[in-house]
């Protein structure tokens, strides 16, 4: 039987970082538990200390319902090597479409984010390779694909 699950990125900063994977996926800021005006009411209900508290929205969920909830923890070390895990942001279409049109699709997501805070790496663009994707980071330097 498959479980619920909720993905978790280890940050400095969770509003920057909520902020910026809510544009990408489209995601919305998650609102609080029902009952509490704030996500700071919940944390403090549940005893979190108040100087870890006000840091912003830290958790995005998927508007429809579809995607899994992301939270930012707050973690006090800096990332330092590659993620073992990332994000990957399907801009493209899939195959459906002709490689000039994915190409097209994938650039125009990629200065999207860009926009929002993302830093462009490089482009996976082989000769012979169906295939096109650029390689970005977010705001912290976490990696990510748009393809």
């Not at 995601?27 to 005893?47: K, Q, T």
Request: aromatic share 8%; with cysteine.
């Amino acid at each position: 039987m498959a479980v619920s699950y909720q993905l978790v990125i280890d940050c400095a900063s969770p509003e920057l970082l909520a902020r910026f994977w809510a544009e990408a996926p489209h995601y919305v800021l998650a609102p609080p538990p029902p009952g509490f005006g704030s996500w700071d009411e919940f944390y403090r209900s549940l005893g979190v200390p108040e100087e870890e508290l006000g840091r912003g929205p830290d958790r995005i969920e998927d508007p429809h319902g579809e995607g899994p909830p992301i939270w930012f923890q707050v973690v006090p070390e800096r990332k330092s090597v590659k993620n073992r895990l990332h994000l990957d942001v399907n801009a493209s279409g899939g195959r459906g479409s002709a490689l000039a049109t994915r190409r097209e699709r994938v650039e125009a997501e990629a200065t999207r984010l860009i926009s929002l805070g993302a830093i462009r790496r490089h482009t996976v663009d082989e000769e012979g390779l169906d295939h096109y994707a650029v390689a970005l980071t977010d705001p912290e330097g976490n990696e990510f694909d748009v393809y």
